[in-house]
């Protein structure tokens, strides 16, 4: 009886020690989830705002000079004389400050980037740029939340695997004082306590 | 002698069992019942609460990505747009300009019909440049989520993180509730042990009623735990 009462205690300390550490667990992969998220959504919009605020302006000013250089190119074709040569003049000066800008804009000295009807083609620039950092991109808080649920459930249901536990509490002090029905009331005890170690073992030994 | 004779007396009475041992015992097996149930009210109480908690602050910064990341996106979209349109602006005010003071080489006039050109073309690459990336597209789907996020996507973040935090403090209650019982149950234990150790006498049934109504209020604020 005796025994019996001081295995069920033990077993009780050993879960609720062993449940307090996977809640724990649980929680600091929940935090680093939350970590995880700063860190993604930093990285992301820092990308973002790197193309579309730095780079694609000047790319535009450069598709811009390209395209009116072209337009007044079209447009000397159909002229003569005086209005010929401004036109060529324009378009000269429209090609000379593309030509200027290109050198400093990644993406017009990228032919990769240019668009067959003019432009450049952001999204790919956008994609290249986050390629530069694959540890950043490869950030997944919704993966480290997955692995905080699956132990807090652990955690929750080891806990669960305590109510036999305090039922074997029950039965054996039953036991200490009610002669008449001791026996049955050990027994049962020891059931509840075979059945709390089962269920505790059932939860922690990997399937 | 008379002390071996009383020894013996305690002895058979604690083996046939007293009522009052009888509900000690039953107590201190209720209250063991009671705390294992209770632990994992409390567990998972706290365990929610928690979650909740993360998971607002988690969508909190996912909305504030979203929100930055797509302003960008938009402002870029917007600008390149409005130089497109200022230069057909540009070029109209200069046919205008033209008409009313006149233009004796045509040459103005010559000039603002390319810049009306190239603004139709440029406002279509304002548009391609500016353009959402594609699921499937380059961009990875995470970015490219976040940049296709539109008001009614913010609003409904806004109802799931809203949602989180109400959860939080409704587990945050439920916990303390939990939290409460087992205090109580603790302090019932004290006083069934007390209780034993008093024995029979009019303390040990003061110490042991005292005990019973502590359990009794702990299993009601256990209940409570349980409600939202």
């Known amino acids: 009886m005796a025994l019996l009462l001081a295995s069920a205690a033990v077993l009780a300390a050993i879960i609720a020690t062993r449940a307090s550490f996977l809640a724990n667990e649980a929680a600091g992969h929940w935090q680093q989830a939350v970590r995880s998220e700063i860190k993604r959504a930093a990285a992301t919009v820092e990308d973002v705002r790197y193309v579309y605020t730095s780079e694609a302006p000047l790319a535009y000013r450069i598709a811009e000079a390209q395209v009116r250089e072209q337009a007044f190119r079209e447009a000397a074709e159909g002229a003569t004389g005086e209005i010929q040569a401004a036109l060529l003049h324009e378009a000269d000066v429209?090609?000379?400050?593309?030509?200027?800008?290109?050198?400093?804009?990644?993406?017009?000295?990228?032919?990769?980037?240019?668009?067959?009807?003019?432009?450049?083609?952001?999204?790919?620039?956008?994609?290249d740029n986050r390629a530069l950092n694959p540890e950043l991109l490869a950030v997944?808080?919704?993966?480290?939340?997955?692995?905080?649920?699956?132990?807090?459930?652990?955690?929750?249901?080891?806990?669960?695997?305590?109510?036999?536990?305090?039922?074997?509490?029950?039965?054996?002090?039953l036991a200490t004082a009610i002669a008449r029905y001791r026996r049955v009331l050990l027994a049962a005890g020891v059931v509840a306590m075979g059945s709390a170690v089962t269920a505790a073992l059932a939860i922690e030994l990997p399937a | 002698?008379?002390?071996?004779?009383?020894?013996?007396?305690?002895?058979?009475?604690?083996?046939?069992?007293?009522?009052?041992?009888?509900?000690?015992?039953?107590?201190?097996?209720?209250?063991?019942?009671?705390?294992?149930?209770?632990?994992?009210?409390?567990?998972?109480?706290?365990?929610?609460?928690?979650?909740?908690?993360?998971?607002?602050?988690?969508?909190?910064?996912?909305?504030?990505?979203?929100?930055?990341?797509?302003?960008?996106?938009?402002?870029?979209?917007?600008?390149?747009?409005?130089?497109?349109?200022?230069?057909?602006?540009?070029?109209?005010?200069?046919?205008?300009?033209?008409?009313?003071?006149?233009?004796?080489?045509?040459?103005?006039e010559a000039r603002a019909r390319p810049d009306a050109t190239a603004a139709e073309r440029l406002q279509e690459i304002a548009v391609v440049m500016g353009a959402l990336p594609v699921a499937g597209g380059p961009v990875d789907s995470h970015t490219a989520e976040v940049?296709?996020?539109?008001?009614?996507?913010?609003?409904q973040m806004v109802v799931q993180q809203n949602q989180q935090v109400d959860m939080t403090e409704s587990w945050a209650t439920r916990s303390s509730r939990a939290v409460l019982s087992l205090t109580l149950l603790a302090l019932a234990g004290v006083l069934s042990g007390l209780a034993a150790s008093f024995g029979a006498g009019r303390a040990g049934r003061a110490a042991l009623t005292a005990a019973g109504a502590a359990t009794l209020v702990a299993a009601l604020a256990g209940v409570a735990a349980l409600l939202p």
């Open chain 1, 94 to 127: 429209q090609k000379a400050l593309a030509d200027a800008l290109i050198p400093a804009s990644e993406i017009a000295a990228d032919a990769r980037y240019a668009l067959p009807e003019g432009g450049f083609d952001l999204s790919t620039r956008l994609a």
């Open chain 1, 140 to 173: 997944d808080p919704d993966a480290e939340m997955d692995v905080g649920d699956r132990v807090s459930a652990k955690a929750v249901m080891l806990v669960a695997a305590g109510l036999p536990v305090g039922l074997t509490l029950l039965l054996g002090a």
């Open chain 2, 1 to 108: 002698m008379t002390r071996l004779d009383l020894d013996l007396e305690v002895v058979e009475e604690t083996a046939k069992g007293t009522p009052f041992h009888r509900w000690t015992a039953a107590l201190i097996g209720a209250i063991a019942v009671l705390a294992s149930i209770l632990a994992l009210l409390q567990v998972n109480a706290s365990q929610e609460d928690q979650r909740a908690s993360l998971m607002a602050t988690r969508l909190s910064t996912a909305i504030s990505e979203r929100v930055e990341a797509s302003s960008l996106l938009f402002t870029f979209s917007g600008s390149t747009a409005r130089d497109a349109l200022a230069l057909a602006i540009e070029a109209t005010s200069r046919t205008l300009t033209t008409l009313q003071s006149g233009d004796p080489t045509g040459v103005e």
């Open chain 2, 147 to 155: 940049l296709r996020a539109d008001i009614p996507d913010l609003e």
